[in-house]
């Protein structure tokens, strides 16, 4: 089975808390501070690797997590920051975010590479809060949150050429022909059910013919196998048009012609834009007049036409030179998408919900969690620096609105506080 798309969950490592600690030092209070910074949690990347060349590794492992960064130390010891993930994908991947539907990347190059979430800063370790006036700080702060985010990968084929036309119009049997690439070939309709890539190569010249699944009227509307394939096409610098001329099969050319191109312009204009060219297939099987006429027909719409027999390989020689001398000059396929360009917005300075939890209004997110961690609740000056930025962030604001009263009990990320307003008195302890 081809994969061509995929949902994966990443998330990069949380950032290792500063630590509290004190030297042993005589006339210095406390012994003087000497807590470290903790480590840089792993960021995620994905990265383009040839070896590559569908999304199937993600069938059943779809979450990538980097590891948390390590705490700091004392004696100023800076914990260890984690190693990133390094996620392989293959070339021609396409990164969305799930959320909004941007498109992050186009890793269309072997070693193309994104960071999709950046790893948490470590915490600062407490001797790092020391100045004149605070001489023994007894906190330190706690390693920012990683980044979670869902991404849409979606495959998209690089190849030079892309094979189009009705089930049983010849074009495995042609891709067979004109290169080594040996696709399932059968006397009934969809026998290619997933893309096939050859290379056509003759001295130093090459190309990359991908033979993209038949289409059929309604396509654009689910009818066949719908236009899911199309998408490996959209990189391709020319489109191939197979049409089997013989009739064998109880459709009509010239029509056949018409109702693949108007599913392409259904699927997306720019498709339809696209340079083609027609080849006029099984000439050794259908009448000569018919053939003639066709050809005649197609080119006063503007299109260049071959005439080829795949199975006995007449006029194929004339093709292949064809394509591998003018293909390589035809300009480079441009995506409906852009990757986005990085907008470096203002982060939400305190980040965090309201919610109901066993009972108890809940206050959770990076920053609450964060600010726990950082507090030393048996310290005053901790304790204190608590306070204001739960009022500071907006926390206590949003519990009255939530409707929460003096002497009720609220989860700060898992914890029971009682909650009091405060007042602007700084020794006023209110939570």
């Known amino acids: 089975m081809f994969y061509d798309q995929a949902t994966i969950e990443v998330r990069s490592g949380n950032g290792g808390n500063g630590c509290v600690s004190f030297r042993r030092e005589k006339y210095i ?47 100023l010891r ?32 072997d070693g193309d590479e ?64 004109i ?66 001329t013989s009739g064998l099969y109880g459709v009509d050319p010239f029509e056949a012609f018409h109702t693949i191109n108007n599913e392409i312009k259904s699927y997306k204009k720019s498709m339809a834009e696209k340079e083609q060219w027609v080849v006029l297939n099984k000439i050794d099987v259908a009448d000569e007049e018919i053939v003639e006429i066709l050809k005649s027909e197609i080119e006063e719409e503007g299109y260049r036409v071959f005439t080829v027999s795949a199975a006995t390989h007449k006029g194929v020689n004339e093709l292949v030179n064809a394509l591998l001398s003018e293909v390589p000059q035809l300009p480079a396929p441009k995506l409906e998408e852009e990757a986005a360009i990085p907008v470096y917005r203002p982060k939400e300075a305190y980040p965090f919900t309201i919610s109901t939890k066993r009972g108890y209004v809940a206050v959770e997110g990076a920053f609450i969690r964060e600010l726990m961690l950082s507090t030393n609740f048996s310290d ?10 739960i009022v500071q962030s907006g926390i206590e604001a949003a519990l009255l609105e939530a409707g929460v009263e003096d002497g009720e009990t ?4 898992g914890s029971y506080f009682e909650f009091f307003a405060g007042s602007s008195d700084d020794d006023d302890l209110y939570l």
Request: charged share 25%; proline share 4%; no cysteine.
């Open 179 to 244: 290169s080594a690439a040996k696709p399932k070939i059968a006397d009934y309709p969809f026998t290619t059910i997933q893309p096939v890539l050859g290379v056509v190569q003759r001295d130093e010249s090459s190309i990359i013919v991908a033979d993209v699944p038949g289409i059929i009227e309604n396509a654009s509307e689910g009818a066949g196998m719908g236009l899911d394939f199309l998408r490996h096409a959209e990189r391709s610098r020319l489109l191939l048009h197979v049409i089997d």
């Open 410 to 413: 609220v989860l700060l990320d």
């Open 380 to 389: 005053t000056e901790s304790t204190r620096r608590f306070q204001r930025l």
């Open 29 to 75: 209070p406390d012994g003087g501070p000497d807590g470290g910074h903790g480590g840089r949690g792993g960021d995620v990347f994905l990265r383009a690797d040839k070896s590559k060349n569908t999304l199937q590794d993600f069938r059943y492992k779809r979450h990538f997590f980097a590891k948390d960064g390590q705490g700091g130390m004392g004696n």
């Open 78 to 109: 800076t914990g260890a920051s984690a190693d990133d993930m390094i996620v392989k994908v293959p070339v021609g991947t396409l990164v969305f975010d799930e959320e909004d539907g941007v498109l992050l990347a186009d890793l269309k190059e």
């Open 114 to 177: 994104i960071v999709v979430a950046k790893g948490g800063r470590g915490g600062r370790g407490n001797a790092s809060f020391k100045n004149s006036v605070r001489q023994a700080p007894k906190f330190a702060s706690a390693g920012t949150t990683g980044v979670e985010r869902t991404l849409r990968l979606e495959l998209r084929l690089l190849a030079d050429v892309a094979l189009l036309g009705y089930p049983n119009a010849g074009k495995s049997t042609l891709l067979s022909v």
